[in-house]
């Protein structure tokens, strides 16, 4: 079992930037993925970026360039870095991490961030 505690949303200017961190509640080395979900008001959760246990990262098209996910296996936690926003990065965020152990894949979510980005 994996507990998520998100934080760092919060309200910025288009063009400004946040930092989300995701804090697991035990070691996160054997985690074999984390990842960042955004879902807008009346729309689907998507991926915004993920990480794997072996630093492998990948970005939605949408975020390429402006954002970085980033893990830190010593304080259990995963960053999101957030430049260049525009007003349709609005969302909450998700911290979402996924442990395959005995052939069982076992999915976590953390209960979200708000990010608003309006002038």
């Known amino acids: 079992q994996v507990q998520l505690v998100e934080s760092g949303g919060g309200l910025v200017q288009p063009g400004g930037s946040l930092r989300l961190s995701c804090a697991a509640s035990?070691?996160?080395?054997?985690?074999?993925?984390m990842g960042w979900y955004s879902q807008a008001p009346g729309k689907q959760r998507e991926l915004v970026a993920r990480?794997?246990?072996?630093?492998?990262?990948n970005y939605a098209d949408s975020v390429k360039g402006r954002f970085t996910i980033s893990r830190d296996n010593a304080k259990n936690t995963v960053y999101l870095q957030m430049n260049s926003l525009k007003p349709e990065d609005t969302a909450v965020y998700y911290c979402?991490?996924?442990?395959?152990?005995?052939?069982?894949?076992?999915?976590?979510w953390g209960q979200g961030t708000q990010v608003t980005v309006s002038s």
């Open positions: 979402h991490a996924v442990h395959l152990r005995l052939g069982v894949r076992y999915d976590y």
């Open positions: 990480i794997t246990s072996g630093g492998s990262t």
């Open positions: 035990r070691s996160i080395f054997s985690i074999n993925a």
